[in-house]
């Protein structure tokens, strides 16, 4: 029975931090969506890029989760060999993964006639933010993972669901906040 309590007290702060989140994103959507439409190759591209940018977090924050209970890493800020690497190999994997989506999401542009507006601007700015997502997202989940495991809970209950929201709202905020400075 105190598992149960234990499990319902941390999943009702997570679903009321992520409904909170996914309230202002609403939001925040509804309220640029003409900066959205007029890009429509952003619109297409937008979810499977959320989703991909929303996986590699994922990752990142069970194998941050594993390696502290392994013992991999220390439950301290600093870097280690094995950080390193998970940085490096998760880089290259979300750089191939997002070309990939690139050019299949433009390839159905083509093919379906949506409307392309400066491609080359448009594939910077989607790099640009998916860059800087990874980045702050691999420092707020490294350090988030340290901070959840001194205090005894499972960084894996907290992060995992709090990135998916927190995401679906940087995503395009940085998007839009990009097509603003540069177009």
């Given at each position: ?109 083509i093919i ?33 993972s340290i ?5 005894g809970k ?30």
């Amino acid at each position: 029975m105190e598992y149960f309590k234990k499990i319902f007290k941390e999943s009702l702060i997570v679903v009321i931090l992520s409904s909170i989140i996914g309230l202002i994103n609403g939001s925040f959507l509804s309220e640029n969506d003409d900066i959205l439409y007029s890009f429509p190759i952003i619109l297409l591209l937008l979810p499977s890029l959320n989703s991909l940018i929303g996986n590699i977090s994922t990752i990142l924050t069970s194998r941050l989760t594993s390696h502290l209970y392994i013992g991999i890493i220390p439950p301290k800020i600093q870097k280690t060999n094995r950080l390193i690497q998970d940085f490096y190999g998760l880089l290259i994997t979300l750089l191939l993964s997002m070309f990939a989506l690139i050019i299949i999401g433009y390839s159905i542009g083509i093919i379906s006639g949506i409307k392309i507006v400066n491609p080359f601007l448009i594939i910077s700015l989607i790099i640009m933010t998916i860059l800087c997502l990874f980045g702050i997202m691999f420092l707020f989940l490294f350090i988030s993972s340290i901070f959840l495991f001194k205090l005894g809970k499972d960084p894996n209950n907290y992060l995992i669901p709090i990135t998916t929201s927190l995401l679906d709202f940087l995503t395009p905020l940085f998007l839009i906040v990009f097509i603003q400075i540069f177009i």
